[in-house]
């Protein structure tokens, strides 16, 4: 609620409720003020069946109303499709109300060229009542195309429709994440709720016309030329009668602002700032010889492995570059290790969205659909990325280094305009995968994803300055990124940099095992079994498993010691601790504890797996359930480097994991050796771009 200027962001076609919005709502509400409000027929508004509910007058009482209750003197109303025609007569004919309207693919009663198209592009509206024969093209089969908008086939099968209807919304390629959102919303209604807005009087061309003449007030189109529901024509006229501003997306569909909502967010503020009183600023420009190298670092907050390595890449990148200013735009839990390591944290970082409750909020019972969680974390992915943006737009950085910075990634690739610095990309695993009882549409949308992203690093291979793999060639799994897609290796082989591990840590400081022991405070007969779930709280029902299976295993293993690690998401209180438990939050080194340990039992993350590995102790790791980077990627790795025992959950009984504890704890290993220079060689490869 920040800001001169209030944003109103006026509801659609019932069909949808009011989280469209949900890609412009986080980086609007930094800027200005922003109300949004479910109109009647879905959200939290009731669900009438009389049509005058759904009227234009009445669709204009209710904007009023929300602009009242709101305490809102004048807004920016931002409307798309149907709800132009609301946002014209709140405009027209309350213009003391209105700074400004923005119009998004309006469907508005001008007739279009291509009017066979679309039931919306009628001159008409859109009033669903079509029959075959008024549908030239189409012929006389009643459950194809644009034949499914009537009255009738609601009825007989909603949900057919809402796929096709959302399908012809988002025309773009790869749009599979919003057309799933879009039906969803399309499910919280019902088919009488449509057909009593079908029933709606429409206004005519005559009326819309008579708005247009009387606006006075500043107007912006944005308009898709691959609009499938409403021609670009009908902005086009618009524009003329308006005398607005009219911006074409080349390529985009009927819904932008979901499908390409950087770009709309961008339009949006731009106009918006129009009608804000101005502040005075003050700004500072340097000469090249007097600026100073700014690193700008994005570091997953997806467990704690990142931070770890990250600053020791740092660390080496400052031995080649002392003057370098590393700034981190980053989130709890990884603020945690910064803090420890004294690094720089931009005071933006406080405006990002939790990626780390996302994930535990998608978690169940040591189960994260890893993938799926991804694909529903896009509106948390949209907003860091805005708030990157901004960062990035006041401070000029000489190189932007994303670890696992899935949103930079993605948005920098479909706006490749804004790259105004060197940018490395560092990863672990490269192609998603679908799990085995996912499927056939797993496997679809893993596929769809990859693509994208293949085609991505094939139009703008000047995004990423350096793709950097934390690993080495044989480390990537040998599988296909999907039907008809390369292998996933060789793509790998031929498109990345190949830094080897980073540990975050050399192995050397921490080989002398007797006297690390005796530093932390272990004694010569305990049997030290470390137990830990990584930085973020989705580890706490497998901490119980292990807890419970404390009694058994010390039974079988004289002198048992358990070191157990909740991390900073999880409250150490909520595990029970006995004699012989050690139950801590959070250890700063906790490299050193696993290197001083007989035994670990780890939940499947790469950064403590190959930390176990570098240090050559034996452990036993309990992949999440549905993550299929722990389950193919990880366990890849670990298979060919020879390390670990893997236990699954369905089958870790208290009695199982004692005896698993009590054969493993202690054991000789032979591990493939890991690498101790991958910081140095990471840092090497970032150096060159400074």
């Not at 569909?253 to 339009?267: C, S």
């Not at 999907?482 to 292998?487: V, Y």
């Amino acid at each position: 609620m920040r800001g001169e200027v209030t944003v109103l962001l006026m509801p659609t076609w019932t069909v949808i409720d009011k989280r469209f919005w949900k890609a412009q709502v986080p980086y609007l509400a930094r800027h200005h003020r922003v109300v949004v409000y479910d109109g009647p027929g879905n959200g939290r508004s009731d669900r009438p069946q009389d049509p005058a509910a759904y009227a234009q007058d009445a669709q204009v009482a209710y904007a009023l109303k929300v602009l009242d209750a709101t305490g809102t003197a004048r807004a920016v109303p931002v409307a798309l499709s149907m709800a132009a025609n609301w946002a014209l007569g709140l405009a027209a004919e309350h213009p003391d109300r209105v700074h400004g309207t923005v119009l998004i693919g309006p469907t508005v009663p001008i007739a279009t060229p291509d009017s066979a198209r679309s039931a919306f592009n009628r001159v008409d509206g859109p009033a669903p009542v079509l029959a075959p024969s008024q549908v030239p093209g189409l012929g006389s089969d009643p459950p194809e195309h644009w034949l499914k908008y009537n009255r009738e086939y609601w009825r007989e099968d909603f949900d057919d429709f809402l796929w096709f209807f959302m399908g012809q919304c988002f025309s773009e390629p790869h749009s599979t994440k919003q057309i799933e959102d879009a039906v969803g919303w399309g499910r919280q209604t019902t088919p009488e709720v449509l057909v009593a807005k079908s029933h709606a009087p429409w206004p005519d061309n005559r009326t819309l016309t008579a708005w247009c003449a009387r606006i006075t007030s500043p107007v912006l189109l944005i308009h898709g030329d691959d609009d499938r529901i409403s021609s670009i024509h009908r902005s086009r006229v618009l524009a003329e009668l308006t005398g607005g501003d009219l911006v074409t997306l080349e390529g985009a569909g009927h819904i932008p602002l979901a499908r390409d909502p950087v770009k709309v967010n961008l339009l949006l503020h731009e106009f918006a700032q129009r009608f804000r009183t101005p502040a005075s600023q003050r700004r500072t420009w340097s000469r090249f010889g007097h600026r100073r190298k700014r690193v700008l670092y994005l570091c997953s907050p997806i467990g704690l492995g990142h931070a770890r390595r990250d600053v020791a890449i740092a660390a080496e990148l400052r031995q080649r570059h002392p003057e370098v200013q590393i700034d981190w735009l980053a989130q709890h839990p990884v603020t945690t290790v910064l803090a420890q390591a004294g690094e720089r944290l931009h005071p933006a970082s406080r405006w990002l969205a939790n990626e780390s409750a996302h994930i535990e909020a998608e978690a169940g019972e040591h189960d994260l659909h890893c993938f799926e969680a991804l694909r529903r974390m896009d509106e948390v992915l949209l907003a860091n990325f805005m708030v990157f943006h901004d960062v990035v737009r006041e401070t000029d950085y000489d190189l932007v280094v994303g670890d696992e910075a899935w949103d930079v990634d993605h948005f920098l690739h479909e706006n490749p305009e804004l790259k105004r610095f060197a940018y490395a990309w560092f990863t672990d695993f490269v192609g998603f995968l679908p799990m085995p009882d996912a499927g056939p549409r797993e496997a679809l949308v893993t596929a769809d994803y990859n693509a994208e992203m293949i085609e991505h690093i094939a139009r703008y291979p000047r995004i990423r300055d350096r793709a950097i793999f934390v690993g080495n060639p044989d480390d990537v799994v040998d599988e296909r990124f999907g039907p008809d897609l390369p292998m996933i290796r060789e793509w790998t082989r031929e498109h990345y940099d190949f830094a080897g591990y980073v540990t975050g840590f050399d192995p050397a400081t921490v080989a002398d095992r007797q006297a690390l022991r005796a530093e932390l405070g272990y004694r010569p007969d305990e049997r030290v079994c470390v137990v830990t779930v990584g930085g973020s709280g989705v580890g706490r029902h497998l901490l119980r498993r292990v807890v419970d299976s404390y009694r058994e295993a010390a039974r079988l293993v004289p002198g048992l010691r358990m070191l157990v690690v909740t991390g900073p998401r999880i409250d150490p209180a909520s595990v029970d601790s006995r004699p012989g438990l050690d139950v801590r939050a959070f250890v700063p080194d906790l490299h050193r504890h696993l290197a001083a340990s007989d035994l670990a039992v780890v939940q499947g993350g790469l950064t403590t797996c190959m930390e176990l590995t570098a240090v050559g102790r034996p452990f036993i790791y309990i992949p999440l359930r549905h993550h299929f980077e722990q389950n193919f990627h990880v366990a890849h790795r670990l298979e060919r480097y020879g390390a670990g025992r893997r236990l699954d959950y369905e089958e870790l009984t208290p009695e199982v994991l004692a005896k698993a504890i009590a054969a493993e704890i202690g054991r000789d290993v032979a591990y493939r050796p890991v690498e101790r220079d991958g910081a140095a060689r990471a840092a090497h490869l970032l150096a060159e771009l400074l």
